[in-house]
């Protein structure tokens, strides 16, 4: 994957130093183990604490030969214990037990630092939201002007659905913190269960239910589907600020960084590069979901058609997800609020967006709902083509006056008619 889109943090989770050190904490636990059984003495225990190690490179260099990662790094930590003690070491394991297992602490060393990271973005919502309770703007469906309301609960929204997203990452964590030391097929034919309890309880890992030969893929499908979500959700939010930020619309912006070049042929463009970049790198989140689905399926007890996918697709899936949250959280940090422009937009159509507050009206005067429709819709299309207030328009049809008081009507064309309840909002999304 291209460097610009690795953090230094979750590049250390992932990098191959750190699952080597994992693999071997998974072997030095079990050894803690079965000296606590007596099966292996304190003195020879303590030997090959202090003498086991591993690196990266001598691992490659057996790898060329044998073609084996665990085999290359069995041998490799053999050769600094010695051939006395390296015999206790790996006993009655398979090699997914130390190299799904330590996965696992990977991923939930991973998935700890995107909740961290979800956390301070919902904090930087959470302060728009309250910055902007009452900042009027118009609200849009189908990309066309609506009824009024507040950049403020746009934010509300948001938070609202990270809240849910950190919600799913939790339990993606509880799904993926599961260790297993059982076996080649499940069943601890050589190896005590006991020694699997201790591994997992130092590791801060749950124990396996039952397993195969390998942890069961579900697991690590449903982390990188809650990272897809994690993307489309981020998606969502580059999708509107991009809109926002849009010549025709720019009621919100990005400043031009120092140094910055926004297009290399036209000077006066601010580019919203982040947030592309978030979208564009969030349709690979949902593509590397796919393949972990795919991974579920194995046949018998595992066969190793998973395991090329997922050297790929968890780490990058973290790196992005992590990456893609720090460049939402920089865009938000220096997001600027363009309030004069949100009220020029309010404006634009010259009074439409109460349209609904004038069919309501009419409706409680007596007029069936079929009827006062037709009688506010000509009046908007009239105002919309002919580029007159919606008010004026409305207070030269005499049908529709007949029903509603001159002074009522004014009373009807008021923004913050739309926000009386918004402190409702606010209280039910934990926002004070």
Known sequence: MIARYRLPEMEKIWSDDNHLQQMLQVELYACEAMKDSGRLSDKEYKEIVERASVGLQRVNEIEEVVKHDVAAFLETVAEQVGPDLAKHLHWGMTASDIVDTAMAVQMTQAVDLIIGKLYQLRD??????????????????????????????????????????????????????????????GLYAHIEPFVEEHVCRRLDL????????????????????????????????AVDIRTLERSEIREIYEPLEAGMIGASALPHKVN????????????????????????????????????????????????LADFMLQQMIDTLKRMQVNHEQMENNLDMTRGLIFSQRVLMKLMER????????????????????QQTDFAYQLM???????????????????YEYYLRHIDYVYKRAGIF
């Not at 018998?300 to 968890?314: C, G, K, Q, V």
């Not at 030269?396 to 064309?413: R, S, T, V, W, Y």
């Open 124 to 185: 930087i919502l959470a302060e728009l939201a309250k910055k902007h309770k009452y900042t009027l703007m118009v609200g849009r469906t189908h990309g066309i002007h609506a009824e009024p309301m507040s950049f403020g609960m746009k934010m509300v929204v948001w938070v609202a659905e990270i809240d849910r997203t950190i919600a799913r990452m939790q339990q993606a964590r509880q799904a993926v913190a599961v260790g297993k030391v059982s076996g080649v097929t």
């Open 396 to 414: 030269q049809d005499d049908e529709i006056m007949a029903f509603i008081l001159p002074e009522e009507l004014d009373a009807l064309f008021d």
């Open 206 to 237: 749950k124990q396996a239910t039952a397993s195969s030969q390998i942890l069961q893929r579900d697991r690590h499908a449903e982390l990188l589907m809650t990272l897809a979500i994690l993307g489309s959700t981020l998606d969502k939010f």
């Open 366 to 385: 007596g007029v069936p709902r079929k009827q006062a429709y037709l009688m506010v819709q000509r009046n908007a299309m009239d105002s919309f083509n």
């Open 272 to 319: 919203p590069v982040k947030t592309e970049r978030i979208s564009g790198l969030a349709r690979v989140l949902r593509a590397n979901a796919l393949a972990a689905l795919e991974d579920v399926a194995l046949w018998d007890e595992r066969d190793l058609t998973h395991s090329s996918t997922e050297r790929i697709i968890i780490q990058d899936s973290c790196l």
